[in-house]
Structures are given as structure tokens and as C-alpha cells.
């Protein structure tokens, strides 16, 4: 069954606090997929996504949701903003000497799963958080360039720039490490 998320997002902006939970149900997986490929970490993409969520729903009720972009793609803007505030934090925490916080076990996410999302969070770690959401929008999403600029406020020429760089400096990692085992 195909629902239009816009009329829902309508029915939101009329007052209809329920209408709310179809806009979640339809988005939660790909939504939480992007906010753990983002972050790299389940506990992480669990808060941002919590967080997103209320934003959206703050942003809907309150008449800021123009009806311009899709349902989905504001809601990918705001996980993506609120994935990049996450790796910057997490950053100042790692930076004060804090421990960053390892995923806690969940029945629901296979092993493999969960050993996928460390190796992934491992390459682009040493990104800027800008340029490992475009990499990720782009490349593990799979949206097109207008999409993920738009989820990233962006130009499409700034997006490129970013995936340049993250590109870059990935294979440079990956020479570094292959360097390192000869």
C-alpha cells in the first residue's frame, strides 16, 4: 500500500498528532539505516533517529515543512544534520579523553550486521562528518546528487567537492594500510 506522505505531513500540520506515526512507520528502517551508517554506531543511530523524529514532528506541527522537498528527503536532512551534530560530539568526547560508547547487543541486528557497520564506520572515521554524509547519502543510500545536496542544503558542485575529497582520502587510508602490511 502506497501512502502519500505529504497529505500525511498535511493532516500533521492540521493538528492530527497521530497522523505522525504513519510518516514514521514508512521511514524508521531506511531512516535508521542511514542514521548507523552515518554515526557508525547502533546506540548512536538510535538517539539521532529519536531525535529527528521529534524535530520533524516539532517542524511539521509547527507549519515549517514547506511541502518543496519529498517527506523523505526533509527527513533525511534532518537525520543527516543530526548524525553529523552526533560525530561531532562524539569527537569532543573522544578528544576530553572520554570513552566513546560501543554498540550495546541487539537480538533484532545479525552479527554480520553489526560487523559490516564497524568495518564502514572504521573507513570513513577519519572523515569530516560533512563529507562522510555525502559519501554515504550518495554511495550506501544511493541517492542521486540533487537529493543528497538537498538533504545536506547544499549545491550540487559542493556535494561533488565533498565526495571528491571523501573519496580521496579513503584510497589514501586504504594505500596507507596496504603500505603498512608489505
Sequence with gaps: MTVDLRLVAARVAKGDVAAYRAIVEHTRAPLYRLAARLTGN????????????????RALSGGKYDGNARIETWLYRIVTNASIDALRKRKVRSEGG???????FDGNVKAEARVALRELDAMLADLAPQDRAALVLVSVEGLTAKEAAEALECTEGALEQRL???RAAIRKAKSREEAAHD
Design 98 to 104: 572520554e570513552p566513546t560508547s560501543e554498540p550495546r
Design 42 to 57: 547502533l546506540v548512536d543511530a538510535e538517539d539521532v533517529l529519536q531525535d529527528a523524529y521529534l524535530s520533524g514532528f
Design 164 to 166: 571528491v575529497r571523501a
